[in-house]
């Protein structure tokens, strides 16, 4: 058997961050982040993680911004934003820069998540 892929959520609300592993961890080796800055400390301290996925609104650092200090320090990880709310100027930029590869919408579809990783890998 192949090792997973090892992934990194980010979200600001603990509920979120237990379904998100509880979904995916069967699949995937999942670690989680409450905030960007947490986030950035798991990528420094993981160079195993592949794939990162935040969401987009958050407190003090949202999910783009995260990302963009993210992926200027790890520009080969793969990252997607998961968002509750419609698509932005600023998300469809993101997408058009090739900063984010996918953005999903919540409630989010496990295997929606799970082709566009595949798809990459």
């Known amino acids: 058997m192949s090792e997973k892929i090892k992934m990194l959520y980010v979200d600001d609300e603990s509920i979120n961050l237990q379904l998100f592993e509880v979904n995916f961890s069967e699949n995937y080796t999942v670690l989680t982040a409450d905030n960007g800055f947490s986030g950035l400390e798991l990528l420094e301290n993981d160079t195993d993680i592949s794939v990162v996925i935040s969401d987009m609104r ?7 911004e995260f990302i963009k200090k ?34 999903f919408r ?15 890998s």
């Not at 958050?58 to 783009?64: E, H, N, Q, T």
């Not at 919540?106 to 990459?120: Q, S």
């Open 58 to 64: 958050m407190p003090k650092m949202d999910g783009l």
């Open 70 to 103: 993210a992926r200027d320090k790890f520009p080969q990880k793969r990252f997607y934003l998961l968002t509750g709310f419609d698509m932005t100027d600023e998300i469809k930029e993101a997408l058009d820069k090739g900063l984010i590869i996918k953005c």
């Open 106 to 120: 919540k409630p989010y579809n496990k295997n929606e998540i799970e082709r566009a990783i595949k798809e990459v």
